[in-house]
């Protein structure tokens, strides 16, 4: 049993969901891991790892349409020192989550048929964006 | 040490949530993993995994009914191929969670008093979810 | 390979988010793992566990100022045994999150720069709260 660190960087531009599922896989694959878990970390306060329904664009843009209203920016916050679209950023990260970890067997991660594997970009500018992997298995 | 994989099945009739502690339990106890950690993680993106106050009926009750609210059936949404609680059980999945990681000590689940692990489900229908199970340790 | 658990308790006095970043740090640096994952995990229903950005206390009261807005305490809920802020404690709990897992590489965790890892304490009155750690690795 062996432990695989392995990093990712997803470039964004704009508020929407980048889906990584493939290149997540391609890192487990040469990591040689047939058989464990995955932990999937990102490294950052405003943007997220999300789970997604990975066949429908429409229901993508729906969940960003939801999260624009639920955390709107416009709203009154206190620290807006890097433009309307930071303090709502790191709200949707609270709402959202940061790490997931996903069984591995026979060298593939054990997802649903419908399940992918997105970066959740908050911010409006481009960004690259660290995801840190961690293999743990045989 | 070692990898241990398991599934549990669960069948689900409708919105609510349904308490897996005791299957995720047995699964361990029948794992032999007696020190480490096991991951919990849901194969699909229209239900959730949640922890949640495990002793009061009222209180899921009112989880569900805030969830009701927070993400109406009856909003404008853009993917509604499969009926109105179709978009809305995606955002909720997306606003609570897909895996948890649990400790393993003397072969129990280190949960607090009132902890219960949960399946979230956000459709109508009745449904067969898949929960996969990975216990890493000794 | 080998598996470390270690408990740390926060004391919390109201409604707001402890950081305990350093306290995580400390518990890893003493289990001796230097390359590995670490798994987070509060274990109580009316206190979460979240990421945060950790240089902005303004960042972190508009977070609860949110959460306050979404999950009002004056809401008609069921289930009020304990008091105006036990169900939404509850609600709070489910929207964010119980445990995390984080990279472990030279003994240090693999946090992004403005990352830290806070306890939210939903409850007004002081607790004692419980997070245990799990190492998993060399």
Known sequence: MHIHHSQLEVRTDGKATYEITNDVQDKIDKSGV?????TIFVQHTSCSLTMMENAAPAA????????????PEDADYEHDDEGPDD?????RMVLTRTS?????????????????????????????RRVHLTMVGD
Do not use: C, Y
Request: overall charge positive; glycine content about 8%; proline content about 6%.
């Open 60 to 71: 993508r843009r729906d969940v960003e349409k939801f999260f624009e209203k639920l955390v």
């Open 87 to 91: 303090m709502p950023s790191h709200i």
């Open 34 to 38: 047939r058989n464990g878990i995955a």
């Open 100 to 128: 997931e970890t996903v069984p591995i067997v026979d060298g593939k991660m054990q997802l649903g048929t419908w399940q992918g594997i997105f970066l959740f970009e908050h911010r409006r500018a481009p960004h690259r």
